[in-house]
């Protein structure tokens, strides 16, 4: 597709500084829960309230969200603080209620945007309303997935897109609740370079210590907005209780958070371009070495084919990882980091290794 000719995701009356914040309960509770956290919010200056009217729950029997129920309670919060709501739609229902309801913006959930029927019937749903909606990322790490929901609401005529990072299910055990693959998002903005990209740091992390540290690196990655769970009593909400901030701890960590600029208007940009040059040549080099690599080994392989042996040997590949891994500790560069770098490496050997072996 084209560039998308996106309109900017921003509101009257709400300031176009970055970063747009976004916050409420997971759920929505009782009027009262939902005023009063709004109130505390608000009094923060915060200007988009969310609260989960819907709520897509993994295993049944927990709280589903009190469903259209709730939506009088939301414009409650209109009322009492003059905010805006978001909310998340997730079929064809819910999107004609929380419009009629005067829901300011929808959001598709990450469960739904891994499902293009369900995103294909929201986005027809969608079409001649002049709507703001938020694309969170689908579950599985599938950069593709996620911009083909944000294409399908594109095409029914959704202009005014954002793109929610809320990170990515992952089977292992990792320190947070979904792991944030920050190299998607990045790569999302590389494709769709004028969508504004919003942090879910909640969803990410799924506890409270982390958010901060979520938070201020998608801002150091020049994220436009974060959407952020708040919750007057969260020990005791129904849903997420973990990861929710009171408002006022939400307001600490807003005010702790160090917002740095995109482009640098004094003479500091040139040595960043200086230095970006420097970067340029040594990827060439990498580059270069790569190829190189990839001849010897190419070698190997056509004497390997010659002497009949194996493509792979476990124990020379044990030696290569176990050897540069210990150089990179001496040059304090990360394990993992080698580690994946010295697997993509070997795993590239193997293949033009393989072409050798099968050629004739
Ligand atoms: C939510 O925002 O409360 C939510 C359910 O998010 P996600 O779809 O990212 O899990
Ligand atoms: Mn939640």
Request: hydrophobic share 40%.
């Amino acid at each position: 597709m084209e560039t998308m000719n996106l309109q900017p995701f921003t509101f009257e009356g709400i300031s176009n500084e970055r970063p747009l914040v976004i916050a409420g309960p997971c759920s929505a509770e009782s009027e009262a829960q939902m005023v009063q956290t709004a109130q505390q919010l608000a009094a923060l200056g915060i200007k988009i309230f969310r609260a989960g009217i819907w709520k897509p729950r993994t295993r049944p029997g927990s709280f589903e969200g009190y469903g259209s129920l709730a939506l009088p309670w939301m414009q409650s919060v209109k009322e009492a603080t003059g905010m805006l709501t978001a909310t998340e739609v997730a079929n064809v229902k819910h999107v004609y209620e929380a419009l009629k309801a005067g829901i300011d913006i929808l959001w598709i959930g990450a469960r739904t945007s891994a499902n293009p029927f369900a995103v294909q019937e929201i986005a027809d749903a969608l079409r001649g309303v002049d709507v703001p909606v938020l694309v969170k990322n689908p579950v599985n790490p599938d950069l593709e997935l996620w911009i083909g929901a944000i294409e399908r609401l594109y095409m029914a005529g959704v202009t005014r897109l954002a793109a929610g990072h809320r990170g990515f299910s992952t089977y292992e055990k990792i320190a947070y609740r979904n792991d944030p693959n920050w190299q998607i998002p990045i790569e999302l903005r590389r494709r769709i370079p004028n969508i504004p990209l919003i942090v879910d740091p909640s969803h990410i992390c799924g506890k409270r210590d982390t958010l901060f540290e979520i938070t201020q690196k998608a801002m150091d990655l020049n994220y436009d907005g974060i959407i952020i769970e708040a919750h007057i009593d969260p020990d005791h909400a129904m849903s997420d209780a973990k990861q929710q901030l009171r408002p006022d701890q939400l307001g600490e960590l807003l005010k702790k958070l160090v917002i740095r600029k995109e482009y640098i208007e004094n003479g500091s940009l040139v040595t960043i371009e200086e230095l970006r040059s420097q970067i340029d040549k040594i990827d060439d080099k990498i580059v270069d070495l790569l190829e190189k690599r990839m001849h010897i080994a190419e070698e190997i392989g056509k004497i390997k084919k010659e002497n009949n042996i194996a493509v792979l040997q476990t124990k020379r590949w044990h030696q290569i990882i176990t050897q540069r891994m210990k150089e990179a500790r001496e040059k304090g560069l990360s394990e993992h980091f080698i580690e994946n770098i010295f697997r993509a490496i070997h795993e590239e050997s193997i293949n033009h290794q393989t072409r050798i072996m099968n050629e004739n």
